[in-house]
């Protein structure tokens, strides 16, 4: 099989092919730096939960409404959301940190959705709607996700100092007198949004693999928060790429492939990466005991 017929073949000559490409893309350049933010603000399991919060709400407006794609946005918006305030209230409220009160709610809320769509749907509307199709994305779902990456990375870049500020130290961002209360929801609104988006295309359980994965990777190849974002949304968009590319050619399931692709980039990384790579520290303590 020649180079033309395995990378490009596909692409050229199929228009779904195209559209989760470009879908993808977009994803990739948004999750990226908003994972790598998740990352630096310790907040990577409260993206996990979050992801599955979206469910409900998403069932909700699927028994409501059918295949909307609007509909099954705003709602997984609007439960993911909710979940992200019910958890801060209760870290407020009570001793109980703001991971514990996340991992409830999404805990209840996850039982809730696979609850509503399997006694309302059947166990292939379940399967869509937790593993998503990026194959299937049409141009009313595209234009959304790119709405949604072109907003992220334009909002970013207005808020990008004080979310850094806030992410290491929030309690100089407090004295410069502006708080950290609004960059949190700034933060958690993206977050979301990119949750939503990456929900069209891979589904709840897998929307957050390609934010994380790859914003995990970058930080044995970069140091510079900026960096670190370049390189998170590198290697997403690789991982789509390549994840779309076997599962045309392997028959694979989509959404599964883009997320394992990550995955093997994620450890590849944790073993060959430049800085604290398993290998490099390796041969520097064999070095260091040679000397």
Known sequence: MSLYALLVQPFAEFGFMRRALVACLAL???CG???TLLVLRRMSLVGDAIAHA????????????????????????AAAMA?????????????????ASFAAFYLIALAAGVMIISVRGSSVDLMHVLFGSVLAVDDASLLLIAGISSFSLLVLALVYRPLVIDGFDPGFLRALGHGG???HAVFLVLLVLNLVGGFQALGTLMA?????????AARFWAAEVWSLAAVAGGLAVASACGGLLLSFHAQWPSGPAIVLLAGLFYLLSLLLGRRDGLLGRLLARRAHREL
């Open 181 to 183: 209360g609004w960059v």
């Open 28 to 30: 990739g350049l948004s």
């Open 33 to 35: 730096p908003v994972g």
């Open 208 to 216: 957050v693999g390609l934010m994380m994965l790859p914003a995990t």
């Open 83 to 99: 979940v992200a305030g019910l958890a801060g209230l209760v870290a407020r409220l009570t001793p109980q940190r703001e991971d």
């Open 54 to 77: 979206l469910l409900p709400g998403a069932a909700l407006a699927f028994v409501a409404f059918g295949y909307s794609l609007w509909a099954m946005s705003l709602g997984g918006f």
